[in-house]
């Protein structure tokens, strides 16, 4: 059975750091995410990579036979990778997000880059929630529009907009007769999470921090703006968004108030701290930098 490329570097980061929580750390994603990656390359493969021990973890003989491969299959990857963008016409400068970015930050600096950064297109790319960095962690991404916060470290973030957060509610819901809404009154209201996968993003969105240890009452688990949505519709829960997301996603059937009681989200540009490439910087550059009128 073929691995992918990503279960590869996933499986070389563990090999390397014999730590599941050290290899996460260096990879940007969460440590249940990365054990459950793991153990279904070693269900599709048909033997076990390690052998999980109370100290920590080794290679069995089938991943250290396996482990010379995978370096050498992401060497190839990378290797022909660079080639060709050296070859191409035109480079593809990947723009990864988890939701629509709106608020006209990204369209200004969009226009900027394409005037002077001529050799590159912009692929913008969406990225499931289930992926905290939207595409910065197995660089499939050259930077991303995320909110804060992104687990991981190497990563340098800038915050574009902070925005109080807002609760999406179902026609005629109980709470929808009020202008805003008190957190404390929501407690006991079941909400629609993000995949276990998002790690600290999901707690946020869940307001985890504004519960003082009462455990969070489950709706359901929704990978995608969409999803979410169609749950709150559903009457399964209610979700919170930031408030520039009520307009970018307006639609029948879902009524929104703002929400007191909580700290405001942080929508953030992201990228990789040992990314010197001129291209980056131009990008930043276009984006951070204010218009002249």
């Known amino acids: 059975m073929d691995a992918h490329l990503r279960e590869l570097r996933y499986f070389v980061a563990v090999a390397e750091e014999l730590h599941f929580t050290r290899a996460a750390e260096r990879l940007f994603v969460s440590q249940p995410a990365l054990s459950k990656q793991i153990r279904a390359l070693e269900r599709r493969l048909g033997f076990l990579l390690f052998a ?18 995978a370096r050498e299959a ?3 990857v990378t290797r022909g990778l660079e080639a060709a963008r050296a070859l191409a016409d035109r480079q593809v400068f990947t723009v990864g997000m988890q939701t629509a970015v709106g608020r006209d930050l990204q369209r200004p600096a969009l226009r900027r880059f394409r005037e002077v950064a001529k050799n590159w297109t912009v692929s913008m790319r969406l ?21 804060l916060p992104v687990p991981g470290d190497g990563l340098c973030t800038r915050v574009l907009a902070r925005e109080r957060r807002w609760v999406a509610l179902s026609p005629g819901h109980r709470l929808s007769d009020r202008t805003e809404i008190d957190f404390a009154d929501l407690l006991a209201e079941p909400f629609i999470a993000l995949p276990a996968a998002a790690g600290p993003l999901r707690d946020f969105w869940l307001a985890t921090d504004a519960r003082f240890g009462r455990e969070t009452v489950l709706g359901g688990e929704a990978a995608s703006p969409d999803e979410v949505f169609e749950a709150v519709t559903s009457d399964l829960g209610v979700a919170l968004l930031a408030e520039g997301n009520v307009g970018l996603y307006r639609r029948p059937g879902i009524e929104c108030r703002p929400v007191t009681g909580l700290t405001p989200a942080e929508l953030a540009v992201v990228w990789r ?3 010197h490439r001129q291209v980056l910087t131009t990008f930043l550059e276009c ?7």
């Open 52 to 69: 999980r021990e109370t100290r920590g973890v080794r290679l069995t003989p089938g991943g250290e036979a396996l482990l010379p491969a």
């Open 74 to 76: 992401i060497a190839v």
């Open 127 to 147: 990225v499931g929630w289930e992926e905290p960095t939207a595409g910065l962690a197995d660089g499939t991404s050259d930077v991303a529009f995320v909110w």
């Open 273 to 275: 701290a040992d990314d």
């Open 287 to 293: 984006l951070l930098t204010p218009q002249l009128p």
